[in-house]
Nanobody, 125 residues
Framework: QAQLVESGGGSVQAGGSLRLSCTTS????????MAWFRQAPGKEREGVAS???????LYADSVRGRFTISKDNAKNTLYLQMNSLKAEDTAMYYC?????????????????WGWGQGTQVTVSS
């Protein structure tokens, strides 16, 4: 059974950086599209970034140029480097997996599963 555990969240001031990690088990990590999502209070879950089997990455417009998604297949771990953080980045961040090598649209979180407990990111202005 697939398990995903997020970590690395915290509280930072605007302009700061954080690196989130997602450790995984229970499936062949290197063959699967992975993604980061976030959800702020009172808002719908939002796709942040995805990375497919060939390490092709996609980003939401709101984070492109500031966030970088990456993965370490040897460690079965997904990362999200977040720089130049803004107050509007405040949310609970989740990692999730897709069903195969290709990444479904980030706009539809129903194509992803294996949601962990999330890690909270709070950015103060």
């Amino acid at each position: 059974q697939a398990q995903l555990v997020e970590s690395g969240g915290g509280s930072v001031q605007a302009g700061g950086s954080l690196r989130l990690s997602c450790t995984t088990s229970g499936y062949t990590f290197r063959n699967i599209c992975m993604a980061w999502f976030r959800q702020a209070p009172g808002k719908e879950r939002e796709g942040v970034a995805s990375i497919d089997n060939w390490t092709v990455t996609l980003y939401a417009d709101s984070v492109r140029g500031r966030f970088t998604i990456s993965k370490d297949n040897a460690k079965n771990t997904l990362y999200l480097q977040m720089n130049s953080l803004k107050a509007e980045d405040t949310a609970m961040y989740y990692c999730a997996r897709a069903g195969g090598r290709y990444c479904p649209l980030l706009a539809d979180s129903r194509n992803y599963w294996g949601w962990g407990q999330g890690t909270q990111v709070t950015v103060s202005s």
